[in-house]
């Protein structure tokens, strides 16, 4: 029999557990919001930044211990930034608004921002190649093209045996000219981005795949189709290696969500492919899993992977060690990141596109490439 003094001990005791789960509740939200607050009147970010998570003392080297995680632009207006690229000769960052069909401009040196391109045939991935000429994948023409130093805008890659492409997605260039880019589909699958091919497949026109564009001779060659829908993609520092995520899963029930790696054979075909990376994650006692997008490597090989769709604790980036593709670090941001690319006067910063903004921190490294 329970008296009435433990009945009113027992419900002191809950209303004090309560009260107390609430209070740490509340505290663990304003923590949030204030992590999440990049205004001019935010609170100051003590250092070291805590959303720069070490899972693996390799990652210790690799980041910063006196330099935040900054919003460089933010604009409701925009609707999902992707493929940022550094121009090393004018000290700017260009990334595509791909559904508000425009490509912006970022200047290191006030950073000022504008419109560069408007329209941009709902682009998505950028890159620059040794000429300091600017390569983007467009959407809405299904094309990689290539902006002249004129000003001129060249179409380089439209179709594949007789066949449109779906929407290149990303692109790198190799030293010797050639330009290698993926081919998902995603802008053929949607208005909102491109141009829905309204087939019904979840291949608006072949089969997805990755492709090499020759440099003297402007040939496409398609060289794996090894793959979901490759999206983001990058060289190893030695340019023996090529690294693409798959977000297949998007369509495809078998699909894992990784990063793949191949060898490179003679510069021009691939072998050997294989899973470097799994997205898999362990958070709060549960496996979640979210998805890779733009990728970069460090001079020392690590990837750098945009990561998102899973949630706090998970989206933004993910920092994966070049000798066995474990997670050794993350980069936690407010919003889900889409891509990234090492830039800045010293190649030490790494930019983030982070669906309606840009972010930037500073690293203890440099990226391998020139953008």
Known sequence: MTSTDDNSRTGTNRRTFLAATAAAAAFAASRLQADDDYSDTAPPVRYPDHRLVTLDERFNKLKLGNTPIQRLYHSKEMLWAEGPAWNGSGRYLVWSDIPNNVQHRWLEEDGHVSTVRNPSYNSNGNT????????????????????????????????????????????????????????????????????????????????EAV??????????????????????????????????????????????????????????????????????????????????DGIRCDIDGNVWSSAGWVGQGYDGVHVFGHEDGQRIGQILLPEICSNVCFGGSKRNRLFMTGSTSLYAVYTNIRGAHIT
């Not at 929407?167 to 053929?188: K, L, R």
Request: negative net charge; aromatic residues 10%; hydrophobic residues 30%.
């Open 128 to 207: 620059f190649d040794f000429h300091g000429r600017q390569i983007s994948c467009e959407h809405l023409t299904r094309s990689v093209v290539r902006y002249e130093h004129d000003g001129t805008r060249n179409v380089l890659a439209s179709e594949f045996n007789g066949k449109s492409l779906n929407a290149p997605n990303d692109a790198v260039v190799h030293p010797n000219g050639d330009i290698w880019f993926t081919d998902p589909g995603y802008g053929g699958l949607m208005d909102y981005e491109g141009r829905n091919a309204n087939n019904g497949s979840v291949q608006p026109y072949q089969k």
């Open 211 to 292: 492709y090499r564009i020759e440099s003297s001779t402007g040939k496409l060659t398609q060289v794996t189709t090894d793959i979901f829908k490759p999206n983001g993609l990058c060289f190893s520092p030695d340019y023996k290696k090529l690294y693409v995520a798959d977000t297949g899963a998007s369509h495809y029930k078998d699909a894992k969500k990784e990063i793949k790696v191949w060898d490179i054979v003679n510069e021009k075909s691939l072998a050997n492919g294989r899973t470097f990376a799994s997205m898999d994650l362990e958070l709060n006692g549960e496996t979640v899993a979210g998805m890779a």
